[in-house]
Structure formats: structure tokens, C-alpha cells
């Protein structure tokens, strides 16, 4: 039985492909908002979890009305 290892991001990697500095990343981390593993010295985020992070705060363009 084989098992699908996922796929991560590092700190500086997540912090780069969301627009932000890594402290801002790494306060997340701390704050609980985005799962982490840790592997040794290492943090890494899976690409699944950002995902769902960037859905559950996805806000829809709302149009005003002229």
C-alpha cells in the first residue's frame, strides 16, 4: 500500500505565493489560523490547507448600484 505524500510549501514559499511577508505567515501559524507540520526545524503548510484557507475567506466583488 502506497500513500500520496502531499504537497507542502515553507514559510518563505507561502509567504511569496500569498503576497505577504513571512511574519505575517508566521503569525498565522502561531495564531492557529493555518495548519502547519513540523518536521524537525522545518514548518511547512500543505497546498490543500491553503487552498481551503483562501476559500473559506473568499469574498465576492459586490457591484453598488448606480
Known amino acids: 500500500m502506497t500513500t500520496q ?3 507542502t510549501l515553507p514559510i ?3 509567504a ?3 503576497g505577504v511577508s513571512q511574519w505575517t505567515v ?3 501559524l502561531r495564531q492557529g489560523r ?4 513540523k518536521i ?3 514548518v511547512l503548510v500543505k497546498t490543500d490547507d491553503v487552498e481551503a484557507l483562501l476559500a473559506e ?3 465576492p466583488a459586490t457591484r453598488l448600484a448606480k
Open 12 to 14: 518563505d514559499a507561502l
Open 57 to 59: 475567506n473568499y469574498k
Open 5 to 7: 505524500i502531499p504537497q
Open 34 to 37: 493555518v495548519p502547519f507540520v
Open 40 to 42: 524537525g526545524r522545518r
Open 26 to 28: 508566521r503569525t498565522w
Open 16 to 18: 511569496e505565493r500569498l
